[in-house]
């Protein structure tokens, strides 16, 4: 395993980013919400570590954080084994010297249908990319940010963690988990000068949800945009919440405007819980 930077002109004014010197890990930054994420963070002035499987994915990403003005690069590692996102995380500092920010974007909603007909490899592939690749991710960059005695970590949750859902028991079951992880882990970091938040976003407007729109409407025999609007109808907003939503509560977490958050669950879902 290896990174492979990419030194890239920073175009925006020394000093304009809330992120300016930081340097932020984000797992499942190949694609996504993760991409969203990990260019919002180069927005912001930060060093960017792309974490994930697909080397060209990756790629892409940095491609499009040089073209924003970023500094970016790449580390090939699946999350689920602790050998290969220990060895992400040293190869991060042994090549920028810190990791400020874990943003852990890595997960899956594959695990989908009533749970009598779930199987075992259903739940162990759940909660081993959505639950134990988040604590072996924070494993990995503590002892880090213990040393320096500061840094933030943000999880990608869901509100599917806040509530049951029809046909969705295992992938709720791993959103659940996620909260009781990065609460207890909050505490347990705290001392440290550590931060450990979550953020939930509700139905993320994209390819995902428009997949997830088109198997409905043919499943139910009604138009795309009956169940788009049928989704939409269940937030007070009436809208669909964008990766950009996203992106601006945990740059909000990550910044010196989230000092003192620490162990909170932001849910951002245009309404849906209420």
């Not at 190949?30 to 963070?41: D, I, K, Q």
């Not at 001392?191 to 499943?219: C, D, K, W, Y």
Request: aromatic share 6%; proline share 1%.
């Amino acid at each position: 395993m290896s990174v492979m930077s990419r030194e890239m002109e920073f175009e925006l004014r020394a000093g304009a980013g809330r992120l300016d010197g930081q340097v932020a890990m984000v797992t499942g930054g190949t694609r996504g919400v993760g991409a969203e994420l990990a260019l919002a963070l180069a927005q912001e002035g930060a060093t960017v570590v792309v974490v994930g499987r697909d080397i060209d994915a990756g790629e892409r990403v940095v491609d499009k954080i040089r073209a924003a003005g970023g500094l970016a690069s790449v580390a090939v590692a699946d999350v689920t084994r602790e050998d290969a996102i220990d060895a992400a995380a040293h190869a991060v500092l042994d090549e920028y010297g810190r990791i400020d920010t874990l943003i852990c974007a890595a997960g899956t909603s594959a695990a989908k249908g009533p749970l009598w007909l779930a199987e075992e490899r259903d739940f162990r592939a759940c909660f081993d990319l959505n639950v134990l690749g988040t604590l072996l991710a924070m494993k990995a960059v503590m002892p880090a940010m213990i040393e320096r005695q500061q840094g933030c970590i943000v999880a990608i949750g869901g509100t599917y963690g806040h509530k049951g859902v029809q046909n969705f028991s295992v992938y709720a079951a791993s959103k659940w988990a996620l909260r009781g992880l990065i609460k207890s882990a909050a505490l347990d970091a705290g001392a440290f000068g550590i931060r450990v938040n979550l953020v939930s976003p509700g139905g993320i407007e994209g390819e995902r949800l428009s997949e997830m729109f088109r198997r409905t409407a043919q499943r139910e025999g009604i138009s795309y945009d009956a169940v788009h609007a049928r989704f939409i109808a269940q937030t007070a907003m009436g809208r669909l919440v964008s990766p950009s939503d996203i992106a601006g509560a945990v740059l909000y977490l990550a910044s010196e405007t989230g000092r003192m958050m620490t162990g909170q669950d932001i849910v951002v879902d245009a309404g849906m819980l209420v």
